[in-house]
């Protein structure tokens, strides 16, 4: 079984100061970690994964994550904050099989002030 | 760039009535799934679907629903009898054979009266 918990359910930032989210997950296997963002009244967009190969993962608009096995975590960070970040953010593990079903956080939303 | 579609957006019925919720996976994919996620609670899975049959359910995903692929093109999610627990967004996902990323459409809002 695999379980993700996200730390913190709202973060608060000024426009052009680092971004961190926090992901903790649990699973039985070797996982494959996501992130995915939700814009108001918009769908789930892919961010980034993490399939096993290098530990940083690099994603779409300036974001990176860090897979650390050793303290199961798998946080979301961004250099400078921008208005159009301001989302919630879901940290999502795959089950066993390459195409099984995704288990999501609870969510992060991110509040960019200017 | 393809996409994930819904349809509706917002579906409003009453309670005991069916539902259909459509949506067009992204065109060579085979792999597809539905998700929810109530108000204020995390996204669940429901269900996912390869080669015309069910691969995996939750067990949310009880008698009152089911999947079909009508056609080459859609993959629809039925509610045989709504519930007021069944108000939720509605995600529809796909994935392509190779890869384990899932792309998910804008979700249909379905609320029970």
């Known amino acids: 079984a695999q379980s993700v918990t996200q730390l913190d359910s709202h973060v608060s930032v000024s426009e052009g100061t680092p971004v961190l989210l926090r992901c903790n997950y649990s699973?039985?296997?070797?996982?494959?970690l996501f992130w995915y963002v939700q814009h108001p009244n918009k769908g789930l967009q892919l961010l980034l994964k993490?399939?096993?190969?290098?530990?940083l993962v690099k994603g779409i608009n300036g974001f990176e994550a860090e897979f650390k096995k050793s303290e199961t975590s798998f946080h979301l960070t961004k250099p400078s904050a921008h208005m159009s970040d301001a989302a919630e953010y879901f940290c999502?593990?795959?089950?066993?099989?390459?195409?099984?079903?995704?288990?999501f956080g609870q969510g992060t939303i991110l509040t960019v002030h200017p | 760039e393809p996409e994930v579609t819904q349809t509706p957006s917002h579906q409003v019925t009453q309670m005991g009535q069916e539902v259909i919720l459509r949506c067009v996976p992204i065109?060579?994919?085979?792999?597809f799934y539905w998700y929810r996620q109530i108000l204020g609670q995390k996204v669940e899975f429901l269900v996912s679907?390869?080669?015309?049959?069910?691969?995996?359910k939750s067990e949310i995903f009880d008698d009152q629903f089911s999947v079909e692929r009508p056609d080459g093109s859609n993959f629809t999610l039925k509610i045989r009898s709504t519930k007021l627990e069944d108000s939720a967004m509605y995600f529809c996902?796909?994935?392509?054979?190779?890869?384990?990323?899932?792309?998910f459409g804008p979700g249909t809002r379905l609320t029970v009266l």
């Open positions: 996902a796909s994935s392509a054979a190779g890869t384990d990323t899932q792309y």
């Open positions: 699973s039985s296997y070797s996982p494959s």
């Open positions: 993490y399939t096993s190969a290098a530990t």
């Open positions: 999502v593990v795959r089950g066993g099989t390459s195409y099984g079903k995704l288990t």
């Open positions: 065109s060579n994919h085979l792999y």
């Open positions: 679907f390869y080669n015309n049959e069910i691969s995996e």
